[in-house]
Nanobody, 118 residues
Framework: QVKLIESGGGLVQAGGSLRLSCTTNGRTISTYVMAWFRQAPGKGREFVATSWNGGSTDYGSSVKGRFTISRDNAKNTVYLQMNSLKPEDTAVYYC????????????WGQGTQVTVSS
């Protein structure tokens, strides 16, 4: 089983930046697809970004150009650098992992709160 631990959330003013981290419980991430999702109050879960095991990345349209996903396989950690934050980015951010051949994300972190004030 893969345990995911997120950190780095907090309160920031609009226009500011935060960096989220997601670390596993020692399980290597090099062969997994890692992703970030978020869920705002009263809304459904929204895709934010994906880091593929081969190095490519994908982003949701609402964060493209402002957020950057990266990974450090040696540290078994995936990051989400969030710049030019907007109040609508306020949400609980979740890290998730799946095998390349799988369609669903099997393991999820507990989430970290990001609040952007106007």
């Amino acid at each position: 089983q893969v345990k995911l631990i997120e950190s780095g959330g907090g309160l920031v003013q609009a226009g500011g930046s935060l960096r989220l981290s997601c670390t596993t419980n020692g399980r290597t991430i090099s062969t997994y697809v890692m992703a970030w999702f978020r869920q705002a109050p009263g809304k459904g879960r929204e895709f934010v970004a994906t880091s593929w095991n081969g190095g490519s990345t994908d982003y949701g349209s609402s964060v493209k150009g402002r957020f950057t996903i990266s990974r450090d396989n040696a540290k078994n950690t995936v990051y989400l650098q969030m710049n030019s934050l907007k109040p609508e980015d306020t949400a609980v951010y979740y890290c998730a992992v799946r095998r390349v051949a799988a369609s669903d994300y099997l393991y999820w972190g507990q989430g970290t709160q990001v609040t952007v004030s106007s």
